[in-house]
T-cell receptor, first 112, second 116 residues
Framework: DAKTTQPNSMESNEEEPVHLPCNHSTISGTDYIHWYRQLPSQGPEYVIHGLTSNVNNRMASLAIAEDRKSSTLILHRATLRDAAVYYCISVRSGGSNYKLTFGKGTLLTVNP | EAGVTQFPSHSVIEKGQTVTLRCDPISGHDNLYWYRRVMGKEIKFLLHFVKESKQDESGMPNNRFLAERTGGTYSTLKVQPAELEDSGVYFC??????????????FGEGSRLTVL
C-alpha cells in the first residue's frame, strides 16, 4: 500500500469548512483512498473513500487530484463533534484482506 | 442494528496473568479484524478472520496471543502470559464485503488493557 503523508495537526472554527490534505505520491492506479477518523475514547470510524472521481456522502466530500498523488477531505461545516484524528489510508485493490495501515493522522481541533 | 461490541472496556492485570478480550461483530458480517494501539504508537493490524477461518494473522506479535472465532460469530483474543508491553487498546472491526477496497470497516470502541 502507498505511504500517505498528512499534517500533524490542523485547527478550524465551528461552522467553517475544513480542508484536510493528504499526499500519496506513490499510489498505484488501482489503490483506493480511504479516510477514517477517531474521536476521543472511541474506535476509528469510516468517513469516505474514492478512487478517481470526487465523492460526496453525508459526512464529507473527498476531492482527488487528477494525477491521484494527493487528495483532500472536506468537512463543509465543522462542528465540535468533528474534533478527531483523521487518517488518510491507501488500500490496495483486489485483495481479500482489509489490512488498514494507519499512520499518525491529522489531529483536527475545532474552536467554538 | 447493533454495532461492534467489545468486552471488557478496560482490564487491569498483573504481568504474567491471562486476559481474554471478546468481540461481537455486527450480525451477518463474515469478516472480523483485530487491531491494537500500544502506548505512543500507531494503530496496527493483528489479524483477520473470514467466518471461523484465519485469513491473515501476520500482525500477531508472538505466540502469547491467541485469537479464535468459533462458529464464525464472536471472537476472542487471549493474551497469555501478559507482558508490560502488551498494554494498549485493542480494537475489533467487522465488515460484510469480501473485497476490501469498496467497503468500510466498522470498529468497536476498543478494550483497554493495562498490564502492571
Amino acid at each position: 500500500d502507498a505511504k500517505t503523508t498528512q499534517p500533524n495537526s490542523m485547527e478550524s472554527n465551528e461552522e467553517e469548512p475544513v480542508h484536510l490534505p493528504c499526499n500519496h505520491s506513490t499510489i498505484s492506479g488501482t489503490d483506493y483512498i480511504h479516510w477514517y477518523r477517531q474521536l476521543p475514547s472511541q474506535g476509528p470510524e469510516y468517513v469516505i473513500h474514492g478512487l478517481t472521481s470526487n465523492v460526496n456522502n453525508r459526512m464529507a466530500s473527498l476531492a482527488i487530484a487528477e494525477d491521484r498523488k494527493s487528495s483532500t477531505l472536506i468537512l463543509h461545516r465543522a462542528t465540535l463533534r468533528d474534533a478527531a484524528v483523521y487518517y488518510c489510508i491507501s488500500v490496495r485493490s483486489g485483495g481479500s484482506n482489509y489490512k488498514l495501515t494507519f499512520g499518525k493522522g491529522t489531529l483536527l481541533t475545532v474552536n467554538p | 442494528e447493533a454495532g461492534v461490541t467489545q468486552f471488557p472496556s478496560h482490564s487491569v492485570i498483573e504481568k504474567g496473568q491471562t486476559v481474554t478480550l471478546r468481540c461481537d461483530p455486527i450480525s451477518g458480517h463474515d469478516n472480523l479484524y483485530w487491531y491494537r494501539r500500544v502506548m505512543g504508537k500507531e494503530i496496527k493490524f493483528l489479524l483477520h478472520f473470514v467466518k471461523e477461518s484465519k485469513q491473515d494473522e501476520s500482525g500477531m506479535p508472538n505466540n502469547r496471543f491467541l485469537a479464535e472465532r468459533t462458529g464464525g460469530t464472536y471472537s476472542t483474543l487471549k493474551v497469555q502470559p501478559a507482558e508490560l508491553e502488551d498494554s494498549g487498546v485493542y480494537f475489533c472491526a467487522s465488515s460484510r464485503q469480501r473485497r476490501t477496497n469498496t467497503g468500510e470497516l466498522f470498529f468497536g470502541e476498543g478494550s483497554r488493557l493495562t498490564v502492571l
